[in-house]
């Protein structure tokens, strides 16, 4: 009986909480979508309205690595326990290699944005390097 009412008390709190998160993000999203009407009433610009994002491709292909690492040396940890040990028993092994599956696609996923950012880094250099000379005059008749 009193696990029954432990059980309906933390799920009780738990969507109590999810349910005030949920209506926060609804409130501000309102707000601020009469803010940008109120705006385009007074005649701004869309572009002033909200400014772009700054893109943080940098960091972000090695947070992505380091979450594919970690994730990938838990569910590791968990097959080598196993359920022999005191942990858990078969569903011990699910987990781990729900764990391992996802620690793979952050990686390949990390991968993947280094892979982006390094292309983009070799393209942004190239441009730079092209509008440096005056138009009109190649590379070799420059150095001439």
Avoid at 82 to 105: D, E, H, K, M, Q
Avoid at 108 to 113: D, F, H, S
Wanted: hydrophobic share 45%; proline share 4%.
């Amino acid at each position: 009986m009193n696990e029954t009412i432990i059980v309906f008390i933390v799920f009780a709190s738990m969507t109590t909480v999810a349910i005030i998160i949920g209506l926060l993000v609804y409130f501000g999203k309102r707000l601020e979508h009469k803010q940008i009407l109120a705006a385009i009433e007074k005649g701004t610009p869309l572009s002033e309205l909200k400014p772009p994002k700054k893109q943080q491709n940098g960091s972000l292909w090695i947070r992505n690595l380091t979450l594919g690492v970690a994730m990938l040396i838990i569910g590791l940890a968990l097959v080598l326990v196993g359920p022999s040990r005191t942990i858990g028993g078969p569903g011990t092994f699910i987990i781990a290699f729900i764990l391992c599956g996802v620690g793979i696609a952050w990686l390949i996923r990390g991968l993947l944005y280094r892979k982006y950012q390094l292309q983009s880094q070799s393209s942004d250099k190239r441009d730079t390097a092209e509008n440096r000379n005056a138009p009109g005059v190649s590379t070799t008749e420059a150095v001439q």
